[in-house]
Nanobody, 120 residues
Framework: QVELVESGGGLVQPVGSLRLSCAAA????????MGWFRQAPGKEREFVAS????????YYADSVKGRFTISRDNDKNTVYLQMNSLKPEETAVYYCAARRSLIISAYDFWGQGTRVTVSS
């Protein structure tokens, strides 16, 4: 119903930058917010950033504030995550997710993930 496809992951050196994309196969009226999460091997999935679809309000985990920027292109139904000054500990599979409801806080749909490796 709501298909999310991430792209842009890969190998990057510490303090390097990477830009992730998430294309949503849905109309903007079906989305309240889009978010990025990440999960390192053997670790729990954690919140990274989110953005409301209509208003463009941005939210970030404390660990990425000032370095990551989330944005969206309404015409392309795509959300982006610009990651700067990447750290080795941020190696993880990055997932985008869609939240449909203003009332229900849970994210309803998840992409397959794109792997980010930060290493020299």
């Amino acid at each position: 119903q709501v298909e999310l496809v991430e792209s842009g992951g890969g190998l990057v050196q510490p303090v390097g930058s990477l830009r992730l994309s998430c294309a949503a196969a849905t109309r903007t009226f079906s989305i309240y917010a889009m978010g990025w999460f990440r999960q390192a091997p053997g670790k729990e999935r954690e919140f990274v950033a989110s953005i409301t679809w209509s208003g463009g309000n941005e939210y970030y985990a404390d660990s990425v504030k000032g370095r990551f920027t989330i944005s969206r292109d309404n015409d392309k139904n795509t959300v982006y995550l610009q990651m700067n000054s990447l750290k080795p500990e941020e190696t993880a599979v990055y997932y985008c997710a869609a939240r449909r409801s203003l009332i229900i806080s849970a994210y309803d749909f998840w992409g397959q993930g794109t792997r980010v490796t930060v290493s020299s």
